[in-house]
């Protein structure tokens, strides 16, 4: 019998964590022919989250959890589940019920019966979300695609199920500050979106501040791509032509007026001139440094998503190259 594994992390969640617990039982006994594993990851909770887990685990033997040191985050404990995981499916999903459970029948569906390597959810709307951030989130969506081309969609979640495909590729991104949202959409494979209204949660607060929210958005931007680098090469050229047309400018005013050019703007200009130049190099430095970046995540070159192939002794398959 088939698997499905369903990733729970969470940070202190004591408020919420026995509505999930029904809620996903429920869901489970309604999906027929297929077993479940839930594994809870507490990431350093505070609170009673962990002694609630380990009680769930003991009265019934689908709950397992793993426990961190302390508050690792989120993407840490994405990653630990997704390692653990011995699901044919793997499902990531919040403790606090704002991902509904209901939808991991039509995620199932979708992987086993529609043939896709992974169905996602995003929520269609926001309401109920304070207007700054739902303004922020729509930005970052916006700009993180135009920057890093990879295709975030609006609303996206971390709402989703793999097949045991999508699952080793993703774990074979080994770089250590992870962005599973890039990720995911970095690793490609055939992917299906299902949508959902936006719910609040049960208990409990939100975990995330804007600040914080703030910094991942960077982090996600800076992680799948280099053009940032490229600011300072750019911001470089316009001080130089800036500097230049007007250096040129005042030397033909000079000549054809007679007149003498004050010091103090040939002083600006040639700083002008020579914090341009800087800058631009600074730039240059930063694409070398850019491809450092690269190479160290030690990315795959690409990920298979089928193949048919001559194996025999004289044609081996790459290993270093297999998901
Ligand atoms: N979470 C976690 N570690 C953290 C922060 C959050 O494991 O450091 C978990 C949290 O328990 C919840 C999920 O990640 O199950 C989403 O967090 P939250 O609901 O606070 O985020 P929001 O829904 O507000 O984006
Ligand atoms: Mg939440």
Aim: hydrophobic residues 45%.
């Amino acid at each position: 019998m088939e698997t499905i594994t369903v990733v729970v992390p969470c940070y202190n969640e004591e408020d919420v964590l026995k509505s999930f617990y029904n809620e996903m039982i429920k869901v489970a006994s309604e999906i027929e022919n297929v077993d479940f594993e839930i594994l809870f990851i507490d990431d350093g909770s505070k609170d009673k989250t962990l002694s609630i887990i380990k009680n769930y685990s003991m009265i019934d033997s689908r709950v397992k959890y793993i426990s961190f040191s302390r508050n690792f985050g989120k993407e840490a404990a994405i990653y630990a589940g997704l390692k653990a995981a011995i699901g044919d499916y793997v499902v990531i999903i919040d403790a606090d019920l704002q991902h509904p459970p209901r939808l991991i029948k039509d995620m199932y569906y979708g992987i086993a019966k529609e043939g896709y390597d992974s169905v996602a959810a995003y929520r269609k709307d926001r309401t109920g979300e304070s207007k700054i951030r739902a303004f922020f989130s729509r930005a970052f969506f916006k700009l993180a695609s135009k920057i890093t081309k990879l295709e975030f969609r609006e609303g996206e979640e971390d709402y989703r199920m793999m097949n045991r495909k999508f699952v080793d590729a993703v774990l074979s991104i080994k770089e250590k500050n992870r962005f599973t949202k890039g990720i995911f959409q970095w690793v490609g494979f055939n992917v299906k979106w299902i949508e959902h209204e936006n719910i609040n949660r049960v208990a409990g607060n939100s975990k995330w501040s804007i600040f914080k929210l703030f910094t991942y958005s960077l982090d996600g931007i800076i992680g799948f791509s280099t053009v940032p680098l490229i600011i300072s090469s750019f911001l470089g050229l316009i001080l130089c032509l800036i500097s230049t047309i007007l250096g040129i400018y005042l030397i033909i005013k000079g000549i054809s007026t007679n007149s003498v050019i004050s010091s103090s703007l040939i002083s600006i200009l040639v700083t002008l001139l020579i914090s341009g130049v800087q800058l631009f190099l600074f730039g240059i430095l930063g694409q070398y440094l850019g491809k450092v970046y690269l190479e160290i995540k030690e990315r795959p070159l690409y990920i298979i998503k089928d193949q048919k192939i001559l194996v025999n002794k004289d044609i081996e398959i790459n290993e270093e190259f297999k998901v």
